[in-house]
């Protein structure tokens, strides 16, 4: 993709010249905000409902009702499965990528819940406690239990200040709508298609949950699962 937008770049015939450094950071930083993200919060759910199989149970009994066992889930099917939705709000909520959110330079002095902050003030949004805060979600806050979000009117867009996997506002993620599309599509499609289990002798409790805090959130260490394809062999070559 650098590449073709650096050969963009180079077109004597544009308009406008577009600057070769400047595509370049523009190019990495999609590419590094868009990817890593997706397949952590991924590797997380997975993490999280490996730990509790009648959570798998669940969303595996929604996929087989709504897409059924001869065809793989596709983007029409996910406002159908809303135990997948609230499993990955849920996956968000406990598992935000991006703990601290983008660092913020507040412009005026102004006051918020009795706290003063003047201007100048490098604020940081510490989402990963306010998703974990049982005074937000009670005293099963450090649970993963999906079914707090089925039926309930709290969404990722920012707008719902106890849950801001993507931010809010001007410096909100602009990927949010694709980021959150690619992650419900690979982990129905991953749940779907594969009966998923933990190694022989590894229990459920002793499965590490160790985050490491970065730029993004990953497990310090990486999923190790056992999966076995569970559809009819023609549904993996045709596609969806
Ligand atoms: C599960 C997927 C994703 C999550 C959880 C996520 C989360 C975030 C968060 C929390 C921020 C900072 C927002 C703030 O401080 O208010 C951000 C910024 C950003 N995201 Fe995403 N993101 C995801 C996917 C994507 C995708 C797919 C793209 C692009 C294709 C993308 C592009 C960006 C960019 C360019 C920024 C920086 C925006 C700025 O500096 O103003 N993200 N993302």
Redesign the pocket.
């Known amino acids: 993709m650098v590449d073709l937008l650096l050969q963009l770049a180079d077109n004597p015939n544009l308009e406008v010249p577009i600057e070769r450094d400047g595509v370049k950071a523009f190019t990495l ?2 590419i590094a ?3 890593d ?2 397949a952590v ?1 991924v590797e997380w759910a997975l993490s999280e409902l490996l730990r509790k199989p009648k959570a798998i149970a669940k969303a595996t009994e929604e996929l087989d009702r709504v897409v059924g066992r001869d065809r793989l889930v596709t983007e029409a099917d996910i406002p159908s499965l809303p135990y997948l939705e609230a499993i990955v709000k849920e996956t ?1 909520r406990i598992h ?3 703990p601290l ?2 660092p ?1 330079l507040s412009r005026e002095d102004t006051s918020v819940d009795g706290y003063d902050i003047p201007a100048g003030t490098r604020v940081l ?1 510490n ?1 990963w406690a306010i998703g974990r805060d049982p005074a937000l979600w009670g005293d099963a806050s450090e649970e993963f239990v999906p079914e707090r979000f089925v039926g309930s009117g709290v969404d990722v867009k ?1 707008q719902d200040f106890e849950l ?13 709508t ?3 599309k ?2 419900q599509l690979t982990l129905a499609n991953l749940l779907h298609a594969f009966a998923w289990r933990l190694p022989d002798g590894v229990a459920a409790e002793e499965l590490s949950m160790e985050e490491k805090f970065g730029l993004s959130m990953p497990r310090v260490v990486p999923l190790e699962a056992v999966i076995e394809p569970k559809l009819p062999a023609h549904v993996y070559d045709d596609g969806p």
Do not use: E, K, N, Q
């Not at 801001?164 to 949010?176: A, K, N």
């Open positions: 930083d999609i905000a868009g990817t993200t997706s919060t968000m935000p990528v991006a959110l983008a913020r949004v989402v920012g801001l996997p993507f931010g809010s506002g001007r410096r909100m993620c602009p990927g949010y694709l980021g959150l690619m992650v």
